[in-house]
């Protein structure tokens, strides 16, 4: 049947985050046909509102802090005058905003066309299982991918509709700091934020619903995390809810906590989470059920369950959502459509917390079943040699290793550049190298890397008395 304005394609991408904007240029490079369809922004949120702005924000704040600590240091003979906090804050944003490009595509957007995709701007509506539309185009596909991203989970709190709360977009748009702030939730971003605001001088408060922040870490590195906020000056509330919000007569937001105690600040930040972006999409009409989370599921080729030309990347999956997870997703269906058959391997996706110092994790420390032995060992980053020389504050690596397979299976540390270094767990855990190797490794000295010799050498000691006793 004809449809006037349809036009098709080996490929459309529904989404130009940055699995969206990696696969399509992939696809294209290889000489696919493809439309890429985007309401927002090309290259998503990491770019503009997201990823960059926060990693530009907090380095700002890092090297004001090592300023204030140029004479501990021997770099100076005083203290030297960094100004007012707030304004400090003003220039921070400016330099944030233009490594964000100021939050305009418009490059992004050349590139895409330059690699020879069609780029429609608007919201892309599925219509049928083989066709979407967008501004009153019709567009088909021999491929479809879903790479909608993501989006802010708003807890439900009584009054919070009052107030002029801020998501973390917000916060990592806003040209001024406010002199206090709430954030409610003690994930990564949440902490982020409260470092970036607390060192620019905001009297900063987190309210966190569970028992420690960073759920997904080791508790020992979660508590490190939390003295090192509370150093900066931020007050954490563990344990807490907040059960009702109201905007006082000064504009103020007066938050109540399941405690009973009452709080106002200035500014509120929700940074509860976020859900995958599947709203409104109506993928009933391509017969794609969600999970549990509200996630497109797919299995280990990224092709979605029970379709044969439907794929899915990046936080739509809720798998790692992380925009390196993303455009590792996106590599992997572009080889699988072109015919070079591919599968995901998230045993080692790599997490961060970019605060200063970093929080780094790979892999699982616990163990998932009564017949896994798990073994672990740690040293404080205080033993290195570096953490003297670059007038440190230490830190944690925590390493544990399967002693019935002999490989190291989860790694997580805090500390200075733990971010960076950690890729040698990445490796070691991808690559199942086993321990008896890892521990003939030769690291440069002085290098914070020295720092996996000591627990590498206690768990392949620990490996060859579990095999001794295992005869």
Not at 24 to 40: F, H, I, Y
Not at 103 to 116: F, L, T, V
Not at 193 to 221: C, D, K, N, Y
Not at 289 to 302: H, T
Request: with cysteine; aromatic share 6%; hydrophobic share 40%.
């Amino acid at each position: 049947m004809y449809v006037e304005n349809m036009k098709n394609f080996d490929v459309v991408v529904l989404g130009a985050g940055s699995a969206g904007e990696a696969v399509a240029k992939n696809l294209a490079a290889a000489g696919k046909s493809v439309a890429l369809v985007e309401k927002l922004r090309v290259g998503g949120e990491c770019a503009y509102i997201s990823c960059m702005p926060s990693k530009a924000m907090l380095r700002s704040a890092q090297v004001r802090t090592i300023a204030k600590n140029l004479p501990v240091l021997g770099a100076a003979v005083k203290d030297p005058d960094l100004g007012n906090d707030f304004e400090a804050f003003q220039l921070a944003a400016r330099r944030r905003d233009e490594i964000a490009s100021q939050r305009n595509d418009k490059s992004a957007a050349a590139a895409i066309k330059e690699a020879g995709i069609e780029l429609f701007r608007g919201e892309g509506i599925i219509t049928s299982a083989e066709s979407l539309t967008v501004n009153g185009e019709t567009l088909t596909w021999t491929d479809l991918i879903i790479s909608t991203g993501s989006q802010a989970s708003i807890p439900k709190i009584d009054g919070i509709s009052t107030i002029d709360y801020w998501r973390s977009d917000q916060a990592l748009s806003a040209s001024q700091a406010p002199i206090s702030l709430a954030i409610v939730g003690g994930g990564p971003v949440a902490c982020e934020l409260a470092q970036i605001f607390s060192r620019f001088g905001t009297t900063t408060t987190i309210i966190e619903f569970g028992a420690q922040l960073a759920s997904a870490e080791p508790v020992e590195i979660a508590s490190r995390l939390a003295a090192n906020l509370e150093e900066d000056g931020v007050t954490i509330f563990l344990n807490s809810e907040v059960v009702k919000v109201e905007l006082t007569p000064e504009k103020k937001s007066r938050l109540t906590l399941s405690s009973g105690e009452s709080l106002e600040f200035h500014q509120v930040i929700i940074a509860t989470g976020r859900h995958p972006q599947t709203s409104g999409l109506d993928l009933s009409l391509l017969g794609i059920q969600l999970g549990k989370k509200g996630e497109i599921q797919i299995d280990d080729e990224c092709k979605v369950l029970g379709k044969t030309n439907v794929w899915a990347a990046g936080d739509v999956t809720a798998i790692a959502p992380f925009t390196h997870t993303a455009n590792y997703q996106a590599r992997v269906i572009t080889e699988n459509i072109i015919g070079s058959k591919r599968k995901a391997n998230y045993l080692a996706i790599p997490r961060a917390i970019y605060t200063d110092p970093p929080v780094a994790s790979v892999g699982n420390l616990k163990s998932e079943g009564k017949t896994t032995e798990i073994a672990t060992s740690q040293i404080e980053l205080s033993e290195v040699s570096r953490n003297a020389t670059d007038g440190e504050n230490g830190g944690l690596l925590i390493l544990a290793a399967n002693m019935a397979t002999g490989v190291l299976v989860g790694a997580s540390a805090i500390g200075p550049h733990a971010d960076e270094w950690m890729s040698e767990a990445t490796l070691a855990i991808r690559a199942e190298i086993p321990l008896s190797l890892l521990v003939d490794l030769v690291h440069a000295f002085p290098t914070f890397s020295e720092a996996f010799e000591t627990p590498l050498r206690d768990l392949d000691r620990q490996q060859k008395i579990f095999k001794s006793e295992s005869k």
